[in-house]
């Protein structure tokens, strides 16, 4: 008897000009268009009450569009019904049926798709194997662990093989640990089948840690659309600066701009880096907190106002004329003390310049 198997089937997803209003004037989301390659995870990110989730529910057909066009495939699902889309959701809650086993959890959508009992239990055993789950199949979810009933939840999607697989904040309901392995597992499955996964968060590290592709939003609209490292190393405004790991946004004088290249001054201190169509004048720049170097030779005057000892680096609050400062370093052994003055400047990667407000 043949094996049973659990196959990826990716489709490619489009949004053309979606908008989502509820009521008369309740915009959620403005205008929207992406796309998601076949095989590509791509992350919908972004604060609260800024459109992610609906986008999400829009394309399980869970939520209908107010205007635009919505394709699966070369199929233009816009008007259709969740059940004639092909899609699998992973909710945050996980939404697993207390009295059922987890092998009939895993199979209950497999009976509504018409599949005999005995390949419904095929292929509800093989997903259970696929997220690690094998002979868990006859115990409760109240006899498993948070990230064990998430790992059934995903079971239960997978075991459809649909052309697109949706995660709606999967990872929130779990602890810090479980957070970071599930994240892995998720990721593996969609590399290993090769599936199309459109994914919700709000938390910054998840996304950069499993997305092919992140979308930001802001306020019912896409603030900005790139890989993580796209979107760490270059952010398009103060916006995604922040929203994208810790920045500091410094104030700057842009003092000449030569073949994209940008002289800037902070507090009198000078440096080059690309000037990203910005013109000669006031502006702002994002580093990272590793990326400031702290005890340069040649800098900007600041104090050190706060260390803090967390193990593996130490993170400093810094006290300049302009404002404040957050830095990490990763020399433990011989901490700046607090009140201590120090020279402040940026590594020759990473500090970009972002428009000013």
């Not at 000009?17 to 998601?36: E, L, R, W």
């Amino acid at each position: 008897m043949a094996e049973t198997r659990i196959t990826g089937k990716a489709a490619p997803v489009a949004f053309r000009d979606v908008s989502k209003i509820y009521g008369k004037d309740v915009v959620a989301v403005d205008k929207v268009s992406f796309d998601v390659e076949p095989g590509r995870l791509v992350t919908l990110l972004g604060p609260s009450g800024c459109g992610k989730t609906t986008m999400l529910r829009m394309i399980a057909g869970l939520e209908m569009v107010s205007s635009g066009q919505i394709l699966i495939g070369d199929k233009d699902v816009t008007i259709l019904p969740a059940t004639d889309r092909d899609v699998s959701m992973v909710f945050q809650s996980y939404a697993l049926f207390p009295h059922m086993t987890v092998q009939e959890n895993v199979a209950y959508g497999l009976g509504f798709s018409g599949f005999p009992k005995a390949e419904a239990r095929d292929r509800a055993l093989a997903g259970l194997d696929l997220v690690g789950l094998k002979g868990y199949g006859d115990r409760l979810p109240s006899e498993l662990s948070g990230g064990q009933q998430q790992r059934v939840a995903v079971a239960r999607a997978l075991v459809l093989e649909p052309q697109v697989l949706l995660f709606d904040e999967p990872l929130s309901n779990l602890d810090a640990k479980l957070r970071r392995q599930v994240r892995e597992d998720i990721r593996g499955i969609q590399q290993d089948l090769g599936l199309t996964v459109v994914y919700v968060t709000h938390d910054q590290e998840e996304a950069l840690a499993v997305s092919d592709e992140i979308v930001v939003m802001r306020n019912a609209q896409i603030a900005q659309i790139g890989t993580p490292r796209q979107l760490y190393d270059a952010p398009v405004d103060a916006f995604v600066a922040d929203f994208i790991g810790e920045a500091n946004l410094i104030p700057c004088e842009i003092l000449s701009v030569d073949s994209h290249m940008a002289e800037i001054a902070v507090d009198g201190y000078r440096y080059r880096l690309p000037s990203r169509g910005l013109p000669v004048g006031p502006s702002k720049m994002a580093v990272r907190p590793s990326r400031i170097v702290l005890g340069a030779d040649k800098g900007f005057d600041a104090t050190i106002a706060k260390a803090t000892y967390v193990g593996v680096r130490m993170e400093y609050s810094i006290k300049a004329s302009f404002g404040s400062l957050f830095a990490v370093q990763e020399d433990v052994q011989t901490p700046l003390e607090e009140g201590h003055p120090v020279k402040v400047s940026f590594k020759d990667i990473g500090p970009v310049l972002i428009p000013p407000d």
